[in-house]
């Protein structure tokens, strides 16, 4: 074979992997965990794992492919360099290198998009392939996008139902927004740069595509991103225009936008705007608390270790470490942070001082490489523009979220066209400013290539390939558990565990909340095999909590796992208590995992314990009311201090942030707070508020009548019978006869115990 077809098929290679690249993100294949991100990333890793070798091959052989000075892509490294180092220094190095299934982004798997973008700014240089390369981008974000819309149409396309707001393939609206703004930017490009008729035609019908997921997808976080990244294309184009008619008219539209927005925002609350994707778009008061949270943890991680910070892909373990009990007030999915909903926050928290100045310099580098080639004449005032715009864009939308996949896939392209774009070779000019590309070429090393493909393909295999497998088998042994399949869920299990992966974290949690849940439920021991089972995931927990200590989320569920089988396997208290303990060391103020400790006490005949760890909850937060229902619930019932429980019961009520009932159970607890107190003022608001409380049967209003015959309210008696008998007409009936009650679908009592209640940590609660 030729020299030159040796080239040529090794470009041929190449460019399967930078146009294979692209199509990441519309990857998704449902037979592991998290299988819109991790799927995804793992055919990435693959992609390039196999093809990137080959372009190793054709730089050695070939100078004109190696990559060329550019200060973007020196910066781009410098931010590689700065991560590394967060990696080793860092407080979980093995998090840091490898990341997670449902984030996958470890430095392992961002060391392929660097990659990638080597291999792209390498070989496409010239307008005419990035033409055809961002024809094809914008040919996939098409079709993302049509798949976003039938979602809309077909909520179950796809594995998981959608709500109102869709993501497609991305799953996540969010992403798809932060996506599509990439989209608008490029159709835009690619507009300015191409005359036909036809294609411009062409671009108009896609920007329609695009714009419709964008509006479906109602990411507030991609509006702003993208109505900042419009206002600088348009300031940017007003100001440096020689043409008076045309910086007037990109003002007039840019002032005729804002004023649209202006009238849809002065109208968000009418119908009109409130049914349409403008509602979210114009109402910002949601999730700002629990955001504001993690941004001041983020910067208290960042002063803690300013240097290298806590390690990249490590911010669950700054948030843990300094959670706010105030996060529990927005419910227990707010408790749990990976990231700080911010990425310059997290680039500080996360890599330090070295990291954030690095990420900084590749946004100057990039507009400082527009504007010098701008100024030479190599790009026009249009595309200068874009090439400043889109970026603010991108990174004002990432002040509220985190970057991910797609978003990952779209910069990278982004820096590969401002590198390809702001040299002279993109127009056919030579950079005189640039050394001349130095070096000689080579024959074809056949002994190095065989020896670098055998060792892609040992990476691929251990570090992509068999995390795969072990996450599809773990799937498969959930199902097969579920189903009762017993041998083949033991089968499937015993053969994930033994597949090294590093990512046993969410691989042990399937087996164990499985068993948790069969546990709290008293199904477990209907299972014949179940402490086989149990040490699976137990040998499972050990493996994840050996590698990553820190993490608290799975120190949590182990003392779950081992309190869930304590009174089956005869494990000591004290044992569980330490397995609680150790958790609580990695998050010492997180009030879920004291509330199972609390009901390990009131287990063990530990009462007052159990109260003292209940009032350590409450001081942990006393403006929410959460803390002081659930200890005067506990004391009201559990240790009989009616007084003292009564005053907790209603004190939780008239608090900052007031407990909120959950369970219709609960309306008799907090009528007797008010009855015992001899709150007749509470009584009655209560009563008044019934509709607002969950709904319950005939027995709880029934119930509830009772407590206010007993208390001689017999006018409050009397407006609950006549509310009951709105909800369900046999009130009265079960009233005047309890034996009726038979009927009813829930007993009569209405009071359990808080440790049966209050203290629920559902393995569904625990996951993030």
Known sequence: MSRQSIVNILKGIVYAGIYGGLLMPLVFIPVVIFPFVFSKLIVFQVLIGLTFPAYLLLAWMEPAYRPKKHILYFAVIAYFVAMALSAIFGVDSMRSWWGNQERMNGLFTLLHFLAWLTMTVSTITRWEQWRKLLNYQVALAVFMALVAMLQKVYPTLLLFPAADRVGGLLDNPIYMGAYQIFTFFFLALLAIKDH????????????????????LAQ????????????????????????????????????ALAIVGYGIAFAFRDTALILNSPLGRLTHFNAAVSTRLIAWRIAWQGFKERPLTGWGLDNFHIVFNSHYNPKSLRFGTYETWFDRSHNTVLDVL?????????????????????????????WIDLPVSAVFVALPIAYLVQNLFVFDHPAAFSMSYLLFALVIAATRGEFVGKKDADEDAQVGERHAFPLIAGVVVYALALAVVWNASVQPFNASKIAILGSQAFAARQE????????????????????????????????????????????????????????????????NTNPQFLYARLVHEMAPLLNISPAEVEKRYRTAIATSPERQQIYFGLARLFFQTNR????????????????????GSWTLG????????????????????????????????REISALADGYITLKDDAGLQAMVAKLPTFPAGDATIYAGLAHQMEMAGKADLQEKVLVFGESIDPRTRTVFRNPNAAAAAPTPAVATPPVNQVATNTAPSMIKR
């Open 196 to 215: 036909r008729y036809v294609m411009r035609i062409w671009y108009a019908v896609a920007g329609c595509f695009a714009l419709i997921a964008f509006l």
């Open 219 to 254: 990411s507030r976080g991609a509006f702003i991103g993208l109505a900042a990244g419009v206002i600088v294309f348009a300031l940017y184009y007003a100001f440096f225009t020689p043409n008076k008619k045309i910086r007037k008219t990109v003002l007039g539209l840019l």
């Open 349 to 377: 928290s996360m890599t330090g001082i070295l990291g954030f100045v690095s990420f900084v310099a590749i946004f100057v580098t990039l507009f400082y490489a527009s504007w010098r080639a701008f100024k030479k004449g």
């Open 487 to 550: 041998d083949a869920a033991y089968e499937l299990y015993s053969q994930s565990f033994g597949i090294w992966t590093p990512y046993r974290d969410e691989l042990s949690f399937l087996l164990s909340r499985d068993l948790v849940g069969l546990s709290s439920q008293g199904r477990l021991q209907t299972y014949k095999r179940w402490k086989e089972f149990y040490a699976l995931a137990v040998e499972a927990s050990e493996e994840e909590l050996a590698r990553h200590p820190k």
């Open 607 to 626: 009462p007052q314990d159990a109260i003292n760890v209940y009032r350590q909850v409450r001081d942990f937060d006393p403006g929410n009311g959460d």
């Open 633 to 664: 619930v506990s004391l009201f019932y559990d240790v009989n201090q009616k007084e003292e429980g009564a005053k907790e019961i209603v004190h939780s009520q008239n608090v900052e942030h007031p407990y909120r009932l959950t369970d219709p």
